[in-house]
């Protein structure tokens, strides 16, 4: 056992007894009477002074001055998570919210409440959503399934598709979990379709944790999975190139909607995004959201649906 690894554990003795003498503390770090006077040589000499009382009764322990506290928060760290329990309790959909005040209430208590006087106050129009709560069992569905990404455990469920209006019982490896546009899904291999696919929580009718135990794959990474979405529909891998005119222009070029993203300024104050997509369903949505504002350019596929679309919204107001 390395050295550094054992005067790490003595010092853990001494925070932890009022006195204990080298020979005890040689037996608990399994090493000689010599090897504890050179640790506690070396502790000295980095400043950790501990001191002892001689005699049967006595023993070695850590001065008052070198007992190591756990870091504190300074004005700022509690300021924001002060602000971000507010920002989380507004009934906004945040199923963990009492988990959520217990935790704050205990970190408070801890800290003697003293930094109360710069507790952020938030105006009444500014509000933070996560939108309406999923369903009820949202929660318990997240414990569950959180529980069997932990143990690799399996996971049967009773999902139901709203494209085809029907529930069908799928076996999941789960891997990890992702928050997007107001709700959960899990993300992990499916048995029934082969592959990876994303779950939306409120979609799953029931779901049972199985005895069957999984392994993760080495090469599988959930951040990698979602690089290229724009949103939670995966496919094949697209380079889109959108143009956006004023006022458009200036509100997507403020933001980040995916890490691949290149924007162009140019001269007449429209940009041109360019950006590489999993899939074309919901880029196309994004683009059709900015009407007359928005110019799909390319792939060819984009360009085809996009005017396919708004020749099915032309014809419904003939």
Not at 57 to 62: D, I, V
Not at 129 to 152: A, M, P, Q, R, W
Not at 244 to 266: D, G, M, N, R, Y
Not at 280 to 301: H, Y
Request: proline share 3%; charged share 25%.
């Amino acid at each position: 056992m390395s050295k550094i690894s054992q005067i790490l554990k003595l010092l853990a003795l001494l925070e932890t007894n009022h006195l204990i003498t080298k020979r005890e503390l040689a037996e608990r770090l399994d090493t000689n009477v010599r090897n504890i006077k050179a640790y506690l040589e070396d502790m000295k000499d980095a400043g950790i002074q501990v001191e002892s009382i001689s005699g049967c009764r006595g023993g070695h322990f850590l001065a008052s001055s070198s007992i190591l506290k756990p870091p504190t928060l300074d004005e700022g760290e509690y300021s924001a998570l002060l602000l971000a329990e507010k920002l989380l309790t507004q009934k906004n959909g945040f199923f963990m919210e009492n988990e959520l005040k217990t935790a704050i209430a205990k970190i408070k208590w801890a800290l003697g409440d003293t930094s109360t006087n710069f507790t952020p106050d938030l105006p009444e129009e500014f509000i933070f959503s996560f939108g309406k709560k999923d369903s009820n069992n949202i929660k318990d569905i997240y414990e569950l399934i959180n529980e069997s990404i932990v143990n690799k455990r399996c996971i049967e469920i009773n999902y139901y598709a709203p494209s085809r209006d029907e529930s069908i019982s799928r076996i999941i490896h789960p891997y990890g979990m992702v928050y997007r546009e107001g709700s959960w899904y899990v993300v992990g291999y499916c048995r029934l379709r082969q592959a990876v696919r994303m779950f939306k929580l409120v979609r799953i009718r029931s779901l049972e944790v199985l005895d069957e135990t999984f392994r993760y794959p080495p090469d599988f990474s959930i951040s990698a999975y979602m690089r290229d979405s724009f949103s939670l529909f995966q496919g094949k891998t697209y380079k889109v190139e959108i143009q956006f005119f004023h006022p458009a222009s200036t509100f997507v070029k403020e933001k980040t909607w995916i890490a691949s993203q290149k924007i162009l300024e140019l001269k007449d104050g429209s940009i041109i995004f360019k950006a590489r997509v999993k899939g074309l369903t919901e880029i196309k949505n994004w683009v059709m959201s900015f009407g007359s504002l928005a110019l799909a350019r390319e792939p060819q596929e984009l360009v085809d649906e996009v005017r396919k679309e708004a020749q099915k919204i032309f014809n419904n107001y003939i």
